[in-house]
């Protein structure tokens, strides 16, 4: 069956069964514990290859107002919104030699973003700045980062090469301590921290990897010095380089036809195929998407989030992948909410999915002329088990002489390596170098990781609080106990595919919350009952996601097959309403999380 028409019962039947199946041959016992974080022995695959020399500088021992932790969009995001409510002195405090995040540190050939550039990269409407690309280099995206720190003037307060290691509240000043790496230990009245979800690479836990004597890193630390080249290509010192690439996710799918151009022979180890539908990149200009008309980026970026959230729009400005599949799921939340019949659901998502799957299918074997390599680049799970991608020079690539692909779903990954080489199924494949294009360890950032202790009211540590019952919070921002302490990410939050819109709405709610406190002269920390009910919410009114992962193919979205984590982490229903349901917070409800303070503002 590879055509996108609807399939038959007995052909979903048939499909459920295979699902099944290739689910099984990838299931480890070990879960998440199969990897190894890039620290320790491994800590090298984790430093930073863009900074150079790190400046000797004196520790500081001052007061800010506001210190964010991590110079990230979500950073960048908040010290902009902080600067538009009149906050003065912001300090930034980030682990890599620049702002930019992800941006930063993922600099691999072929490196894009797989969101639209004109509603991924934020504060177009403010900066002026018209995307060249319908999907941006990452280069170009580093720069816009660049330019919005720029304009709102955060390199002035900013800390590179520092990372935070612990926050720690003065109850005697209510300000609190950020001690850092550096030797670092200043005061800041507010503390936001934005430390990223995927930011910490991880490697096969395999044996051996100490023993290969060839040339190994990390997609996201790319080593250019060793194989030449910029993003773009012309990496010439591979062109007599027997190269190996460990990972085929979003990450791989954009490196591998790079690779496949530049190296002697290219060796793609795959687990687990992704679905890589059409891409169709393309230049454009401010006419294209109305950059004349004031507003012109948010009310693109409003139209998409719409959609990809279930929500419905007259228009669709964005039009791609994206847009047209909505990832299924949102697609037919809208039905579900007028009717709420569980059953009609998930029987109308199964038929959208197995259409959806057959397509990218046959668009494999459309594209593939080696029908051993088709084969095995035909992902068997439903669509949004794991992160869709795009690409219209993926598939091709394996049509190349100097590719092989190397399957290794019945070995479980990568076995092990040697001096010489990879060892799957008992052959071993040499190699002068292997890419690990694997990914990032989740939830092990910021200070869900326990990596940055943070201790607010009577030395109380914010993870010894949540051990017992889970995260406590009012919408993921606040938390009893942990005055004036901000937390970005998708923690009891909102999420999205384009994540930096949400990231600009935590932004302008971070900002609006230390505005209403220096106007009140008071701190921001929720009553417990305000956490309750927030829990509460959390859990109620939408189809819980659970039985959807449970049956997927494993991944880092559901703990490598084992499920997701108990407890509700996400608002149900959606980014649009969670916007919304913020918007009328702050309007009717902000000074119900404002405390006395006891101390004059430092
Ligand atoms: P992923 O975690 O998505 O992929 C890791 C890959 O490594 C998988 O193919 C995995 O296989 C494979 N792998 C891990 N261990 C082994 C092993 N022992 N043997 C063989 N294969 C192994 O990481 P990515 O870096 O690709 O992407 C992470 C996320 O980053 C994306 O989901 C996306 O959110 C984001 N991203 C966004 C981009 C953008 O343009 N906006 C671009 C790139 C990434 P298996 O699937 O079987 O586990």
């Keep these: ?55 000797e500088r004196e520790p500081l021992r001052d007061t800010v107002d506001v210190a964010v932790v991590g110079g990230g969009f979500g950073g960048i995001l908040a010290g902009a919104r902080l600067r538009r409510q009149g906050v003065e002195r912001i300090r930034i405090v980030e682990k890599g030699g620049d702002f930019g995040g992800t941006w ?24 002026g700045y018209v995307p060249r690309w319908k999907y941006a280099p990452g280069e170009e995206i580093r720069r816009h980062a660049m330019r919005i720190a720029e304009q709102y003037d955060l390199y002035s307060g900013a800390l590179f090469s520092t990372a935070v290691t612990s926050l720690t509240w003065d109850e005697a000043s209510e300000v609190w301590i950020v001690a850092t790496d550096r030797g670092d230990e200043f005061r800041a009245a507010y503390v936001i921290t934005a430390t990223g979800t995927l930011s910490e690479p991880k490697l096969p836990g395999i ?116 847009t047209s599949s909505a990832v299924l799921l949102e697609k037919l939340l809208p039905s579900f909410r007028r009717q709420g019949d569980r059953e009609a659901f998930e029987a109308a998502y199964e038929i959208a999915d197995a259409a959806k799957m057959n397509e990218i299918r046959a668009r494999v074997e459309a594209t593939v002329t080696d029908p051993d390599a088709a084969e095995k680049l035909k992902p068997w799970y439903r669509y949004a088990c794991k992160r869709p991608t795009f690409s219209d020079t993926y598939y091709q690539a394996f049509d190349r002489d100097n590719v092989t692909l190397v399957d290794t779903a019945d070995t479980h990954g990568i076995e092990r390596m040697t001096e010489r080489g990879v060892v799957v199924g008992g052959t071993e494949y040499g190699l002068d170098c292997l890419v690990f294009a694997t990914g990032f360890s989740v939830g092990v950032s910021g200070v869900l990781s326990g990596k940055l202790p943070v201790h607010g009211r009577g030395g109380v540590q914010l993870l010894h609080a949540w051990a017992q019952h889970g995260p406590r919070t009012l919408h993921g921002f606040t938390a009893d106990g942990f005055p004036n302490l901000i937390q970005m990410g998708s923690l009891q939050n909102a999420s999205s595919v384009n994540f930096t819109h949400v990231l600009d709405e935590q932004a302008v709610h971070a900002a609006a919350l230390v505005a209403a406190a220096e106007a009140a002269g008071a701190l921001i920390e929720p009553a417990r009952e305000a956490e309750d009910a927030w829990i509460a919410a959390l ?38 309403a969670f916007h919304d349901l913020l918007r009328r917070w702050r309007e009717e409800s902000l000074h119900e999380v404002l405390r006395p303070r006891t101390t004059a503002r430092a």
């Design 1 to 55: 069956m590879t055509t996108s028409q609807a399939p038959s019962p007995e052909e979903l039947a048939e499909l459920r069964e295979r699902y099944r199946l290739e689910r099984e041959r990838r299931v480890r016992p070990d879960g998440a514990r199969q990897y190894r974080g890039a620290e320790a022995e491994f800590g090298y695959y984790a430093a930073d290859p863009y900074a150079g020399q790190t400046p």
């Design 104 to 127: 930063y540190w993922n600099r691999y050939p072929g490196v894009h973003c797989d969101i639209e550039s004109h509603v991924y990269l934020p504060l177009l409407d403010e900066t």
């Design 207 to 322: 044996p051996g990897i100490e023993d290969f004597r060839g040339h190994t890193f990390h997609t996201s630390r790319w080593d250019y010095a060793y194989t030449g080249g910029t993003p773009e290509g012309g990496m010439t010192g591979l062109a007599d380089k027997r190269v190996g690439i460990v990972g085929t996710g979003a990450t791989g799918v954009q490196v591998i036809p790079m690779l496949a151009e530049d190296a002697h022979h290219l060796h793609v180890f795959q687990r687990t195929p992704s679905t890589v539908d059409v891409r169709a990149n393309r230049r454009t200009t401010g006419r294209d998407v109305g950059a004349d008309r004031d507003g012109w980026a948010r009310e693109r970026r409003e139209n998409f989030l719409r959609i990809v959230s279930g929500e419905g729009a007259e228009q669709d400005l964005v039009a791609d992948g994206w």
């Design 539 to 576: 859990a109620e009114g939408a189809p819980d996601h659970e039985w959807f992962h449970a049956e997927c193919t494993p991944g880092y979205y559901n703990r490598e097959g084992l499920g997701r984590p108990n407890g509700p982490t996400a608002y149900p229903h959606g980014a649009v």
